[in-house]
Structure formats: structure tokens, C-alpha cells
Nanobody
């Protein structure tokens, strides 16, 4: 069993940066792929980024490539999402998730979800 708690969301101007945190509990954290998804109002939840259990493999959705960086600290049971050059279209609720393969962008293989944290980017 893994429990996920996100933090770090907020309001930022376009071009700014935010860092999201996902604190995980559970013994399986060190052996599971971690991901970030997001859901904007009126839209389906979409994949943002993934990182393998070792941190050696990362994978990003095209809209965030070059702007977002996913990382993890297994000693702290924490996953991070550094978001730079934010755009209004990045506005969404961001969810931390665990499960599936590092290149699997679907949500059906996700085993655990966090409650989400709101990110709002003003123009």
C-alpha cells in the first residue's frame, strides 16, 4: 500500500516557476514508477511525466518537454516536479501517481493516486 500527498501548488504568473512535492508512504515506494498527471477544467486527466524506480529513466509529455523536470529522492520517499516557464495552459490540478511502466502514459495501470494540488498560471 502506498499513500501519496501532494503539495507546492499555487498561483504564479506566466513565465514563472513552481515546484511540486509528492510525499509517499509505504514500503514499495523504492520499487515503483512514479508519475505526475494533470486535469484542467472540462478536460480529461492527462499524463505529464514519469520516473523509474531508480530515477534513471524519465519520460515527459510533449507539451512540457524542456520546461518540466521530474525527480525523486528514495531516501525521503519524495517525488518532485520542477515546473519552469509556466504558461496559462498549464493551469490544472496536478496529481501524483504510482504504477505502470515509465513509458506508459495511460491512467488505467495506476495503482495509487494522490488527492491533487491546484496550479494556476495567470497571463
Amino acid at each position: 500500500q502506498v499513500q501519496l500527498v501532494e503539495s507546492g501548488g499555487g498561483l504564479v504568473q506566466a513565465g514563472g516557476s513552481l515546484r511540486l512535492f509528492c510525499a509517499a508512504s509505504g514500503r514499495t515506494f523504492n520499487s515503483i514508477v512514479m508519475k505526475w498527471f494533470r486535469q484542467a477544467p472540462g478536460k480529461e486527466r492527462e499524463f505529464v511525466a514519469a520516473i523509474s524506480w531508480s530515477g534513471g529513466v524519465t519520460h515527459y509529455a510533449e507539451p512540457v518537454k524542456g520546461r518540466f523536470t521530474i525527480s525523486r529522492d528514495n531516501a525521503k520517499n519524495t517525488v518532485y516536479l520542477q515546473m519552469n516557464s509556466l504558461k496559462p495552459e498549464d493551469t490544472a490540478v496536478y496529481y501524483c501517481a504510482a504504477g505502470g511502466g515509465a513509458y506508459d502514459t495511460g491512467s488505467r495501470t495506476i495503482r495509487y493516486w494522490g488527492q491533487g494540488t491546484q496550479v494556476t498560471v495567470s497571463s
